[in-house]
């Protein structure tokens, strides 16, 4: 029985599960959204809300303890220029996991997990799609006929001009 065990190791020695990890966070800071298994998104989600909750605290302090998770100073940068500043009010819950359905290969349920703050589709001040106006048919019967009849006007002029 697993009573009391509430880490997933993954299938994974300590090392390699923080390894994973760690790159699976640093890629979701760059690109912030990631394709990956649900079982790995959730203990990603455990893993990174922390340390986005600490870059809210630019100090050298917390950089370098940001540091000692991420391994990538251009990804604790990333963090704490872009990231820090969009979710500086919100309290917490950073990450979403959005389910895909199930991979072909070995049927393991798929999901995308990203940043909350930078999908435009879900933020309440996205700007709507730009509608395209409606046409209609006879437009363009009338423009070519618009064409036509400059065309005439260009012909008549030009042999006074002379």
């Keep these: 029985m697993r ?17 994973l990890l760690s790159n699976m966070a640093t890629s ?3 690109h912030k959204r990631i394709k990956t298994t649900v079982a790995k998104a959730k ?6 809300d922390p340390i986005i909750t600490r870059s809210k605290d630019d100090t050298t302090h917390s ?3 940001v540091f000692k998770y991420l391994q990538n100073k251009f ?6 220029r872009e990231v820090s500043a969009k979710v500086a009010d919100r309290p917490g819950g950073y990450t ?6 199930n991979r072909l ?9 990203e940043l909350v703050d930078f999908n435009d589709v879900y933020t309440k001040n996205a700007k709507p799609a ?8 006879s437009s363009g019967k009338k423009a070519k006929k618009d064409v036509a009849e400059a065309q005439v006007v260009e012909a008549t002029e030009t042999p006074a001009a002379e």
């Design 3 to 19: 009573h009391g065990r509430k880490v997933n190791h993954l299938g994974r020695t300590h090392e390699h599960r923080l390894a």
């Design 28 to 30: 979701l800071i760059m």
């Design 43 to 48: 203990a990603l989600q455990q893993y990174v």
């Design 63 to 65: 950089r370098r303890m």
């Design 75 to 80: 990804a604790v940068t990333e963090l704490f």
């Design 96 to 101: 979403r996991i959005i389910k895909l359905g």
């Design 105 to 113: 290969g070995d049927a393991a349920e798929m999901c995308y997990i």
């Design 130 to 137: 730009a509608t395209k106006k409606a046409s209609r048919r």
